[in-house]
């Protein structure tokens, strides 16, 4: 029974068959690893049972994805059988045709070239082993070793065995079942005899795209500057010539086996707005398209960069964040029962104080575009002009409208230090008192301003007894203390939480 996510993506292929444009191929590229082909084939058909072979797909076509029809509607076609074929010819495919079988080897002297003829006993033909991945350990294992050992030849000349080709086999001719391309095979039935250009569209692997931010800040000030690639990465083993691309960015349902995941500022900015997007942007059903200006040759094997927003005069602001508790491992896994009681839980100092850029996506604020998911890279500009990276990492796919916070490493002259100073639990274990003091040291020659992060971990029934400081409270068991600290100067904040249960 297919899942609301399997027929919503199936909904959503559906939709970009249909639209898409005759004549030249077609693409759209999703952030997870796959893309939909669309190309036109031109059929001639007689009445009945026609047999067709097409050969421009990609190496990594899901056979079950496939669409052909006649989008004019005049012709109903019926595909009564179609079979896939990704496995090009190679001399190790030939030899394994022709195992059983003596052919002729070409030996190569330094002096002259001789013949001798050979029996195939095993090709070394190992055939592709798809899904690997989605098996267990010891199986992937077994196949391996299999692979291994089954990927050496076995060639008996003059009666003796030898593992290795003797020489350049010289095969007789291309055996009948082979083929030089991926290869669509179909017997097709139509009612009607004649030329139809119909249109094929299938999903495929092989094929990628991710975005690239750069933000570049001046010498002083938080204005920041950014331009926004798309890369896109086609390792299909097809050429597409003049193809219109498309790249949908969201959270798309697609079944995957179970794999590994792994986990400058630009010149003339103020002619930004007289130039063509060269990506244009707009909602569709629950994700985002974005579709390359112009026609593009896409190569196999090739990575292309495309610019898709660039934006300059982006207000930010640079937050000093310290969450000062460090976690002990032996207490991951634990719940809230049973951290109540835990006198060492949450005692141990994190002296590291994070440095974090923020900014929202909004027009007001020269953005508005809804950003992919991507990695952001920060620059700064020194006062020589030229630009130091300090710091990256990953944003989520972002609306317009929301505010974007980016951690970008930790602060050198900020420093600091919380302890706990005092714990209690009452006889028959109905409360906890904790105390902590949190010093934050700050060495810059200007003022700061720090939040003070704490996570009451203990229970959801919490309250202040004491504070030495005005608290923001950010969820159900997170305060946030914001203090300024003065240059070369300290600041201490304490506060007491009853817990109660």
Known sequence: MRTKETIQIIGVFLLLVSSASAGSPALTVYNQDFAVVRDTIDLDLKQGVNEIRFTETTAHLEPDSVILRDPAGKHALQILEQNYRADPVTEQLLLSLYEGKTIEFEVRYQDHISVVKGKIIRSGYVPHQSGLRSYGRQYRETQMAY?????QPIIEVDGKLQFRLPGIPLFPALADDTILKPTLHWLINTSAAGTVNAEIAY?????????DYNIVAPEKGDVLDLIGWVTIDNQSGKTFKEATIKLMAGDVSKIQPEEEYRMVRAKAMDMAEAMAPTVTEKTFDEYHLYTLSRPTTL?????????????????????????????????????ME??????????KSNPKIWVMR???????????????????????????????FTGE?????????????????????????RKRTHFETNRDRRYTNESFEIKVRNHKKEEVEVRIVEHLYRWFNWELL????????????????????????EKTVTYTVHYTW
């Open 147 to 151: 692979a291994s050992a089954s990927g």
């Open 466 to 489: 004491r504070k030495s400081d005005p608290f923001i409270k950010t969820d159900s068991q997170t305060i946030e203390f914001r203090v300024k600290i003065p240059a070369d100067g």
């Open 338 to 347: 049973n951290l109540r009681y835990e006198r060492e839980y949450g005692t």
């Open 299 to 335: 190569r196999d094997r090739e990575t292309k960069q495309v610019e898709f927003v660039r934006a300059a005069g982006v207000k930010s602001q640079r937050l000093y964040i310290y969450d000062g508790a460090r976690i002990d491992r032996r207490f991951r896994g634990y719940n």
């Open 203 to 211: 999903i495929t692997g092989g094929m990628s795209w991710e975005a």
């Open 358 to 388: 923020e900014f929202k996506n909004s027009e007001d604020n020269n953005l508005g575009v809804p950003l992919p998911r991507g990695r952001v890279r920060f620059y700064r500009q020194d006062d020589d002009g030229q630009m130091e």
């Open 393 to 417: 990492n990953i944003i989520d796919h972002t609306p317009r409208d929301e505010l974007i916070r980016v951690y970008t490493g930790n602060a050198f002259d900020l420093v600091g230090e």
